[in-house]
């Protein structure tokens, strides 16, 4: 065993490629202040960020291994034996199964390191996510391979890559106008994940499909004829099917590759406000009751009561409590990447009504959005003041509300009605 990875190191240039790609993997891992710890599904899919660069790297060094084995010189080696494409598969081998383990093994790391234990979806769903990108760099090695087979060694790593590159935009979701499915769309999630779920079935097409034509694509024979290569009638029918498969692939499977999962957290502290929070988030718990309790005490010092809600709930990517005397809250970005939640990233989380229709979706219109953004800028500098903090930007002047007109804003927030006059 070791004879051969000693004689692969010397031939080929596919088992090297782990070295750049580990060192891709650790940049990922430190990323942004690795914001995805705690989550498995946003850890998962958060490691496909690196594939981006990882797949058509892959793919334009396995194109020049298949180049050279089939440069004039080598090509009666490979074409002589009983098995003509085992030489081509074994270079394949050779550069996915490091990238493959690689691949694994940061995001095993990733979940240990993140302290999953409980993820918001099944440990399989989170198998199978890494084992659909593992696939990804299987299919873009042999992409490569087939490329290289019938190009020259001084072009087929730029074909191999400049290709794969292109097709991670075109089959990769990149350039979709409206969700459908692409075969090379591997995750690369950059926000939280709770309240998402893998589509099993989106999964499973992806899964199928990469087998298949990596399959065709690893099998397809060379033949030498007047010293120029070309592919068998049966590989080159074969390869057209496979691109006919990729092609017609988004009309018809699954366009949503994930699926809502609104359940409310269960993590809950304190009284009066009580703060819930998702499991995954546990360890933001202090942060956020420091910020909250001290926004709660001014308000109930300086006589605005309606500021101090029962409970304050995070809500998901697909789950929006309401209630009466419930507020919602949404961990903003410098919480995940910074540790930092001031009292002005509190108070302008909770405030925000996100259960209604219009913030998560402004163009569906209907709200006048200059009294809205009176109105929440209003209250916002209201509770603000309150707790001493003077200097907060806005878009245009505010107003300092009575405990009345705080009630009247929060009743008509709570009901949807954003643009009602005081």
């Not at 659909?132 to 299919?139: D, F, K, M």
């Not at 969700?179 to 926000?191: K, M, V």
Request: contains cysteine.
């Amino acid at each position: 065993m070791t004879s051969r990875i000693r004689y692969a190191l010397r031939t080929l240039l596919g088992p090297w490629l782990v070295v750049p790609a580990l060192g891709m993997e650790v940049t990922n891992f430190l990323l942004r202040g690795a914001p995805w710890r705690g989550e498995g599904l946003w850890t998962v899919d958060w490691f496909a960020i690196s594939l981006f660069i990882i797949g058509p790297a892959c793919a334009g060094v396995a194109a020049i291994d298949a180049a050279r084995l089939s440069r004039p010189g080598n090509i009666h080696l490979v074409l002589s034996v009983a098995r003509p494409g085992w030489a081509y598969l074994r270079a394949a081998a050779w550069c996915a199964v490091p990238l493959v383990c690689l691949h694994l093994a940061t995001i095993v790391v990733a979940l240990v390191a993140g302290g999953v234990s409980q993820p918001s979806v099944s440990w399989w769903s989170l198998l199978a996510g890494a084992l659909v990108q593992c696939l990804g760099i299987v299919w873009y090695v042999a992409l490569g391979s087939a490329i290289g087979r019938f190009t020259s060694t001084l072009v087929a790593g730029l074909v191999g890559g400049v290709g794969a590159f292109a097709l991670s935009y075109v089959i990769g979701g990149a350039f979709a106008g409206k969700p459908t499915f692409q075969l090379l769309n591997l995750g690369a999630a950059t926000i939280t994940m709770i309240g998402k779920s893998f589509n099993t079935g989106y999964l499973a097409a992806q899964a199928g499909l990469f087998i298949a034509t990596a399959a065709v694509l690893l099998g397809l024979r060379v033949r030498s004829r007047s010293g120029v290569r070309v592919p068998s009638i049966g590989a080159a029918a074969a390869a057209v099917a496979a691109v006919a498969a990729i092609v017609v692939a988004p009309a018809t499977l699954p366009s949503q590759r994930y699926t809502s999962t609104p359940q409310p957290p269960t993590a809950c502290t304190g009284t009066k406000p009580q703060i819930c929070l998702y499991p995954e988030h546990s360890r933001y718990a202090d942060l956020v009751t420091r910020s909250v309790n001290t926004l709660a005490e001014a308000a109930q010092a300086r006589g605005y009561p309606r500021f101090v809600p029962e409970r304050i709930v995070e809500e998901s990517r697909s789950y929006h409590p309401t209630g009466p005397g419930v507020f919602a809250l949404y961990l903003p970005t410098e919480v995940y990447e910074g540790g930092r939640f001031t009292l002005q990233d509190a108070a302008s989380a909770i405030l925000n009504p996100t259960h209604c229709d219009f913030v998560q979706n402004p163009s569906i219109g209907g709200v006048d959005m200059e009294q809205f953004t009176f109105n929440y800028f209003s209250l916002l500098v209201t509770w603000l003041s309150l707790a001493g903090v003077q200097e907060v930007m806005t878009p245009m002047p505010p107003k300092l509300l009575s405990p009345q007109e705080v009630g009247t804003v929060l009743d008509n927030f709570a009901n949807c009605r954003l643009d009602a006059r005081l």
